[in-house]
């Protein structure tokens, strides 16, 4: 289906695009286009004008930052993140994870900001972002603000960035002595998530993200046993949806067997 008319700009700096932004209602950033194009096709997005955002240089960068720390600009592509020796280096899971998404076609176009912003459960990045405790910088007319990814997403298609604003920067912390490990049951290769989780280890204790099993990602922490992340996620209480392509109660079942192994992955 073809795309309803829209108005199209195109800003040459993050002032200009959140400018653009807070002046029309029914303005919507656009990224890499993989998930708005196609609800847009699909009649169920209806913005009044696109703000393109793939002039603006300063959000394709990535950077280490003084103590190990890693910035990401939320315009960095999937397959920049996986070519990047910055991300390697610090937190190389971030690139294992984006490998796994989609396509070489997906991870050129989609970007890093775009798969967290959408805030679709089945995505993958959500869950690692909480999972690493990042910090998301949201720009709009009054200023920056940060904001931590426990808090960031909201709900299905929803997240702390109010209209009028962008998400402009992802801080990943540094690990120190934590590693980290990702475990997914996917929907055929390349497809989306049944059920994720992203695990960091530290000194015996995990940090447990769950995607998939609810609105936003599900965060546990327990012992890196697995007696101790069994038990976390039953005491979760999760109900997670059933579709065509699992039950509810098998993606409760999926949540522990995802979790202990994303933990033995952080372990090893």
């Not at 196609?38 to 393109?52: F, G």
């Not at 955002?53 to 999937?78: C, D, H, I, K, P």
């Not at 960031?152 to 929803?158: K, S």
């Not at 995802?258 to 090893?268: D, G, K, P």
């Amino acid at each position: 289906m073809l795309l309803a008319p829209v108005e199209y700009a195109c800003p040459s700096s993050v002032e200009e695009a959140v400018r653009l932004l807070g002046t029309y209602d029914g303005a919507r950033p656009l990224a890499g286009g993989q998930t708005l194009t196609n609800v847009m096709k699909a009649r169920a997005a209806a913005p009044d004008v696109l703000v393109d955002l793939n002039r603006l240089a300063e959000l394709r960068t990535v950077s280490q930052e003084a103590g190990g720390g890693l910035e990401l600009g939320a315009m960095v592509t999937l397959s920049e993140l996986i070519r990047s020796s910055d991300v390697a280096e610090t937190r190389p899971l971030l690139a294992e994870v984006a490998s796994q998404i989609a396509d070489v076609q997906v991870r050129n176009r989609g970007t890093v900001g775009g798969n967290i912003c959408s805030s679709d459960p089945t995505n993958h990045l959500p869950p690692v972002v909480a999972a690493l405790g990042a910090t998301m910088t949201i720009r709009g007319a009054d200023g920056e603000r940060t904001i931590g990814a426990e808090d960031f997403f909201l709900g299905v298609y929803m997240t702390a960035v109010r209209p009028g604003e962008l998400l402009t920067k992802i801080a990943i912390p540094a690990a120190g002595g934590a590693r980290d490990g990702f475990v997914t049951v996917p929907i055929g290769k390349d497809g989306t998530c049944i059920v994720n989780a992203a695990a960091t280890v530290e000194d015996g204790q995990a940090r447990i993200a769950l995607g998939c099993v609810a609105a936003v990602p599900v965060l546990l922490t327990c012992a890196a046993e697995e007696a101790a992340v069994r038990q976390a996620v039953q005491g979760a209480e999760l109900d997670p949806p059933s579709d065509v392509h699992a039950s509810a109660e098998y993606r409760r079942h999926l949540a522990e067997v995802v979790a202990i192994r994303a933990v033995a992955e952080a372990s090893a």
